[in-house]
């Protein structure tokens, strides 16, 4: 696989959420259609708005995903979520009035979408998963395995 990796500096809560849909449209324009994507936390609400602005997503990997647990990434692509109930930062986001974020990264996602796949981490914090590297290589082996499954299922 080719990586690309979008990168932005930690910007706090206020400019995080008037920066958002920006790096989102200027992020979907980068992505190549029928890629994988990994996100954590704030990541994983700018992908969900990527997917919004028509970027095109084989699969998704939301990683303690700053999300709302109602949500997922619009498309044909499979998504893994990642959750950890001691995820702190993430508790309270489902307060904040008028934004996508929530706290599907404590609790994973609750919708009814077949697509997506739950996998609890315990009681590891919002982070704790970049702590790990064998833990690491396990969600990539997930996401390349549900990748090849769904484009098989396809064919």
Known sequence: YDVIELDYPWFGRVKTRLCNK??????????????MIFGHSNGCAVIYMMAKHGADFSHATLLNPALDARKTIQGDCTVDVW?????????????????????????????????????PLGKMGHSG??????????????????RVAA????H
């Open 129 to 146: 998963v970049f702590k790990n590297n064998d833990l690491l290589t396990r969600i990539v082996m997930v996401a390349h395995n549900r």
């Open 83 to 119: 959750h950890a109930e001691n995820d702190a930062p993430v508790r309270l986001a489902k307060y904040i009035p008028y934004s996508p974020w929530g706290d599907q990264g404590r609790i994973g996602y609750q919708g009814e979408d077949k697509r997506v796949q739950n996998y």
């Open 22 to 35: 920006a790096m989102a449209q200027v992020a979907a324009a980068a992505i190549e259609p029928g890629s």
């Open 151 to 154: 484009e098989a299922a396809a």
